[in-house]
């Protein structure tokens, strides 16, 4: 069996795929094979693949008609002959050792059914804001860090998922519920019982580039986001409990008590003084002091401010709620 099958689905990416594929030709692991995806763009990114596929024969083309990355990644996962499915982008660069440093982390760690690699975020205009978030999802490399920041955002960057067949078949896939469907499966997987990590070399350049699937396509809008989100508590940390409290009258947290359907928050909890007492989007306004005991409530933490986690669970802890037991961080 071929060591990792590389899944690349490509739309309209003439101007880059020719990176990305030499990205993977260069890799110091050899046994690999590419699947690249062709989701029915007309501007001859085919044409440059197939150039490569001619020289090497471990690359395969795939498609040809637009379906949509979600059916073309399963198309493709299928078709993969791999034991690992690592995916790739079209816009981006692999470094010569992803593959090697990838499919090693996950041999040594049969427990991780998902594993991705730090990334260094590259493009002409990387903002305070992309570079905030490279630091952040560069830090989570263990599983207890990632399972900590689960519902924040998706702590692995897509394309650096090395999958393990396994865990991939048994979750069923990448499917299409609506929202963004690597984050889907990370929580699928989570759910099912795998554990996620990553290694900790930087092993891919991430390029931010202008009409990225992931800035423009609602599936990956805030409030799709929130979707997923509020799914995967109801299935989880908010399942069988009839009481549970969101910490967070802000703006952040403004927009999920726009969002709650049922079952809602009994209450939300904000410090400022202006605040308490008062209903905000018809949820009562408590102070912390008035939240009950642990055990007698979950709360889910939706804040944003710089440096306000890191306040509310010094304020929290002392008093004996677990994070992950007793609260959880979203965004």
């Not at 090697?100 to 760690?109: N, S, T, W």
């Not at 009994?266 to 002091?289: N, Q, S, W």
């Amino acid at each position: 069996m071929i060591r990792v099958s590389v899944i690349l689905p490509f739309y309209k990416a003439a101007a880059t795929i020719e990176r990305a594929v030499r990205s993977i030709r260069a890799q110091s692991l050899q046994d690999w094979e590419l699947l690249a995806w062709d989701d029915g763009g007309d501007d001859g990114a085919r044409a440059i693949v197939a150039a490569h596929a001619r020289e090497d024969a471990r690359i395969r083309i795939m498609g040809g008609e637009h379906l949509g990355i979600v059916e073309g990644l399963r198309r493709a996962c299928a078709a993969a002959e791999g034991s690992y499915l690592l995916r790739m982008d079209a816009d981006d660069v692999a470094l010569p050792e992803r593959l090697e440093r990838q499919v090693a982390f996950m041999d040594q760690h049969p427990e991780v059914g998902l594993s991705g690699a730090r990334v260094r975020i590259a493009g002409p205009h990387i903002g305070s804001g992309r570079l905030r978030y490279e630091s952040w999802i560069n830090g989570l490399f263990q599983h207890p860090d990632i399972e900590r920041e689960l519902f924040v955002e998706c702590p692995v960057p897509h394309p650096t998922f090395c999958l393990r067949r396994e865990a991939y078949e048994q979750v069923g896939g990448y499917l299409d519920p609506g929202w963004p469907e690597d984050y889907d499966l990370v929580m699928r997987l989570w759910q099912a019982g795998w554990r996620l990590g990553k290694t900790e070399e930087t092993l891919l350049e991430w390029h931010d580039v202008p009409g990225r699937l992931s800035m423009s396509d609602p599936r990956y809008a805030e409030p799709a986001f929130r979707t997923l989100k509020r799914h995967f508590l109801f299935q989880t940390y908010l399942k069988d409990r009839p009481i549970f409290h969101q910490w967070g009258a802000g703006e952040v947290g403004k927009r999920w008590l726009r969002d709650w359907t049922q079952p809602r928050p009994f209450a939300v909890i904000d410090i400022h003084p202006r605040k308490i007492g008062r209903t905000i989007h018809g949820y009562r306004v408590l102070a912390p002091e008035q939240l009950p005991p642990p055990g007698a409530t979950f709360i889910v933490v939706a804040v944003g401010s710089p440096g306000a986690r890191d306040d509310i669970r010094a304020w929290l802890e002392p008093r004996g709620y677990r994070e992950l037991q007793d609260f959880l961080f979203l965004a």
